[in-house]
Protein backbone atom coordinates (compact mmCIF):
# COMPACT_ATOMS: atom_id res chain seq x y z
CA UNK A 1 0.00 0.00 0.00
CA UNK A 2 3.02 2.50 0.88
CA UNK A 3 4.46 1.78 -2.33
CA UNK A 4 1.57 1.92 -4.39
CA UNK A 5 1.08 5.25 -2.45
CA UNK A 6 4.83 6.64 -3.04
CA UNK A 7 4.49 5.58 -6.75
CA UNK A 8 0.92 8.13 -7.35
CA UNK A 9 3.18 10.71 -5.69
CA UNK A 10 6.24 10.58 -7.28
CA UNK A 11 4.08 10.31 -10.96
CA UNK A 12 2.33 13.20 -10.35
CA UNK A 13 5.56 15.30 -9.22
CA UNK A 14 6.97 13.71 -12.78
CA UNK A 15 3.82 15.23 -14.60
CA UNK A 16 4.22 18.38 -13.05
CA UNK A 17 7.52 18.54 -13.82
CA UNK A 18 7.46 17.55 -16.88
CA UNK A 19 4.75 20.10 -17.68
CA UNK A 20 7.16 22.85 -16.26
CA UNK A 21 9.81 21.90 -18.71
CA UNK A 22 7.73 22.81 -21.54
CA UNK A 23 5.67 25.87 -20.32
CA UNK A 24 8.90 27.45 -17.98
CA UNK A 25 9.71 30.66 -19.55
CA UNK A 26 13.24 30.82 -18.67
CA UNK A 27 15.70 28.12 -19.42
CA UNK A 28 17.68 27.76 -16.46
CA UNK A 29 13.84 27.12 -14.97
CA UNK A 30 13.25 24.45 -17.69
CA UNK A 31 16.49 22.99 -17.49
CA UNK A 32 15.98 22.37 -13.48
CA UNK A 33 12.52 21.10 -14.05
CA UNK A 34 14.56 18.42 -16.45
CA UNK A 35 16.49 17.60 -13.30
CA UNK A 36 13.43 16.96 -11.30
CA UNK A 37 12.32 15.18 -13.87
CA UNK A 38 15.09 12.79 -13.92
CA UNK A 39 15.29 12.43 -10.24
CA UNK A 40 11.76 11.11 -9.41
CA UNK A 41 11.88 9.29 -12.93
CA UNK A 42 14.91 7.33 -10.71
CA UNK A 43 13.06 7.27 -7.61
CA UNK A 44 10.20 5.96 -9.34
CA UNK A 45 12.99 3.18 -10.41
CA UNK A 46 14.04 2.44 -7.10
CA UNK A 47 10.41 1.83 -6.46
CA UNK A 48 10.43 -1.20 -9.31
CA UNK A 49 13.46 -2.34 -7.54
CA UNK A 50 15.31 -1.51 -10.78
CA UNK A 51 18.36 0.37 -8.21
CA UNK A 52 21.25 0.23 -11.40
CA UNK A 53 19.02 1.91 -13.37
CA UNK A 54 17.97 4.85 -10.95
CA UNK A 55 21.70 5.72 -10.11
CA UNK A 56 22.62 6.07 -13.39
CA UNK A 57 20.11 7.99 -14.48
CA UNK A 58 20.77 10.47 -11.39
CA UNK A 59 24.84 10.48 -12.19
CA UNK A 60 24.82 10.52 -16.44
CA UNK A 61 22.12 12.87 -16.90
CA UNK A 62 21.40 14.50 -13.45
CA UNK A 63 25.16 14.62 -12.36
CA UNK A 64 26.75 15.31 -15.93
CA UNK A 65 24.56 16.03 -18.97
CA UNK A 66 22.04 18.51 -17.31
CA UNK A 67 24.89 20.36 -15.00
CA UNK A 68 26.76 21.13 -18.88
CA UNK A 69 23.61 22.11 -19.89
CA UNK A 70 23.15 24.88 -16.94
CA UNK A 71 26.76 26.06 -17.49
CA UNK A 72 26.07 26.59 -21.09
CA UNK A 73 22.58 28.39 -20.73
CA UNK A 74 23.67 30.76 -17.85
CA UNK A 75 27.06 31.61 -20.24
CA UNK A 76 24.93 32.20 -23.41
CA UNK A 77 23.72 35.28 -23.78
CA UNK A 78 20.03 34.36 -25.27
CA UNK A 79 17.78 36.74 -26.37
CA UNK A 80 14.11 34.99 -25.02
CA UNK A 81 11.96 37.71 -27.12
CA UNK A 82 13.31 36.45 -30.60
CA UNK A 83 13.49 32.42 -29.32
CA UNK A 84 9.72 32.46 -28.22
CA UNK A 85 9.42 34.53 -31.72
CA UNK A 86 10.98 31.27 -33.45
CA UNK A 87 8.81 28.92 -31.33
CA UNK A 88 5.53 30.45 -31.79
CA UNK A 89 6.04 30.32 -35.70
CA UNK A 90 6.25 26.55 -35.14
CA UNK A 91 3.73 26.07 -32.45
CA UNK A 92 1.54 23.80 -34.90
CA UNK A 93 4.22 21.57 -35.63
CA UNK A 94 4.62 20.59 -32.09
CA UNK A 95 1.53 20.40 -31.21
CA UNK A 96 0.93 17.98 -34.37
CA UNK A 97 3.84 15.87 -33.70
CA UNK A 98 2.57 15.77 -30.00
CA UNK A 99 -0.89 14.56 -31.06
CA UNK A 100 0.93 11.87 -33.44
CA UNK A 101 3.04 9.95 -30.95
CA UNK A 102 -0.10 10.01 -28.27
CA UNK A 103 -2.20 8.55 -30.90
CA UNK A 104 0.74 5.86 -31.50
CA UNK A 105 1.17 5.06 -27.74
CA UNK A 106 -2.47 4.37 -26.77
CA UNK A 107 -2.54 2.67 -30.45
CA UNK A 108 0.07 0.24 -29.52
CA UNK A 109 -1.31 -0.13 -25.94
CA UNK A 110 -4.48 -0.89 -27.40
CA UNK A 111 -3.19 -3.66 -29.80
CA UNK A 112 -1.72 -5.24 -27.34
CA UNK A 113 -4.51 -5.27 -25.54
CA UNK A 114 -3.15 -3.21 -22.27
CA UNK A 115 0.38 -2.96 -20.96
CA UNK A 116 0.82 -6.75 -20.92
CA UNK A 117 0.88 -6.94 -17.03
CA UNK A 118 -0.91 -9.28 -15.08
CA UNK A 119 -1.25 -8.40 -12.08
CA UNK A 120 -3.53 -10.90 -10.42
CA UNK A 121 0.29 -12.89 -10.43
CA UNK A 122 2.03 -11.14 -8.60
CA UNK A 123 5.69 -10.55 -8.27
CA UNK A 124 7.66 -13.28 -8.38
CA UNK A 125 10.04 -13.77 -5.22
CA UNK A 126 14.03 -13.92 -6.00
CA UNK A 127 16.47 -15.49 -3.96
CA UNK A 128 18.78 -13.62 -1.37
CA UNK A 129 21.79 -13.21 -3.65
CA UNK A 130 19.97 -11.63 -6.56
CA UNK A 131 21.36 -8.64 -8.37
CA UNK A 132 18.95 -7.07 -10.91
CA UNK A 133 22.58 -5.09 -12.41
CA UNK A 134 24.10 -8.87 -12.88
CA UNK A 135 21.12 -10.09 -14.56
CA UNK A 136 20.96 -6.91 -16.98
CA UNK A 137 24.11 -7.19 -17.64
CA UNK A 138 23.52 -10.94 -18.21
CA UNK A 139 20.19 -10.53 -20.66
CA UNK A 140 22.08 -7.71 -22.60
CA UNK A 141 25.20 -9.35 -23.24
CA UNK A 142 23.30 -12.78 -24.51
CA UNK A 143 20.06 -11.60 -25.93
CA UNK A 144 20.66 -8.57 -27.03
CA UNK A 145 24.18 -8.37 -28.06
CA UNK A 146 23.98 -7.90 -31.62
CA UNK A 147 22.21 -4.80 -30.66
CA UNK A 148 24.56 -3.36 -27.85
CA UNK A 149 27.06 -3.70 -30.55
CA UNK A 150 25.62 -2.10 -33.18
CA UNK A 151 24.47 0.69 -30.60
CA UNK A 152 27.90 1.56 -29.72
CA UNK A 153 29.17 1.13 -33.41
CA UNK A 154 26.28 4.52 -33.68
CA UNK A 155 27.92 5.91 -30.50
CA UNK A 156 31.22 5.91 -32.14
CA UNK A 157 30.27 7.32 -35.28
CA UNK A 158 28.33 10.08 -33.86
CA UNK A 159 31.61 10.80 -31.65
CA UNK A 160 33.81 10.86 -34.71
CA UNK A 161 31.60 12.64 -36.70
CA UNK A 162 31.44 15.36 -33.85
CA UNK A 163 35.06 15.74 -33.81
CA UNK A 164 34.89 16.03 -37.49
CA UNK A 165 32.60 18.30 -37.78
CA UNK A 166 34.48 20.51 -35.26
CA UNK A 167 38.00 20.07 -36.43
CA UNK A 168 38.75 23.07 -38.36
CA UNK A 169 42.37 24.33 -39.15
CA UNK A 170 42.42 28.06 -39.69
CA UNK A 171 45.56 29.50 -41.32
CA UNK A 172 47.99 31.11 -38.86
CA UNK A 173 47.29 29.32 -35.98
CA UNK A 174 50.33 27.11 -34.57
CA UNK A 175 49.14 23.43 -33.40
CA UNK A 176 51.06 20.69 -31.29
CA UNK A 177 52.87 17.67 -33.07
CA UNK A 178 53.14 15.11 -30.34
CA UNK A 179 55.17 12.56 -32.38
CA UNK A 180 57.34 15.48 -33.70
CA UNK A 181 58.02 16.63 -29.81
CA UNK A 182 59.04 13.08 -29.55
CA UNK A 183 61.02 11.87 -32.23
CA UNK A 184 63.14 15.56 -32.24
CA UNK A 185 67.23 15.09 -31.68
CA UNK A 186 69.51 17.17 -29.66
CA UNK A 187 71.27 18.31 -32.82
CA UNK A 188 67.43 20.05 -33.48
CA UNK A 189 66.99 21.71 -30.41
CA UNK A 190 70.07 23.59 -29.79
CA UNK A 191 72.46 25.23 -32.14
CA UNK A 192 76.02 26.61 -31.47
CA UNK A 193 77.57 29.22 -32.94
CA UNK A 194 81.45 30.07 -32.97
CA UNK A 195 82.06 33.58 -32.81
CA UNK A 196 85.04 35.59 -32.81
CA UNK A 197 85.76 37.76 -29.80
CA UNK A 198 85.01 41.30 -29.91
CA UNK A 199 87.29 44.07 -28.18
CA UNK A 200 85.14 47.05 -26.41
CA UNK A 201 86.61 50.61 -28.06
Given at each position: ?????????????LVA??????????????????????????????????????????????????????????????????????????????????????????????????????????????????????ELG???YTR??????????????????????????????????????????????????????????
Amino acid sequence: MLIEALFYVFGAILVAASLAVITARNPVYSALALVMCFVTSAAIWLLLEAEFLAVVLVLVYVGAVMVLFLFVVMMLDINLAELRQGFTRFAWLGWLTALAVIVEIVGVVWARGGLGIDASRGATPEPAGYSNTLELGRVLYTRYAYPLELAAMLLLVAIVAAIALTMRHRAGLKYQDVSRQVAVRREERLRIVKMDAEKRP
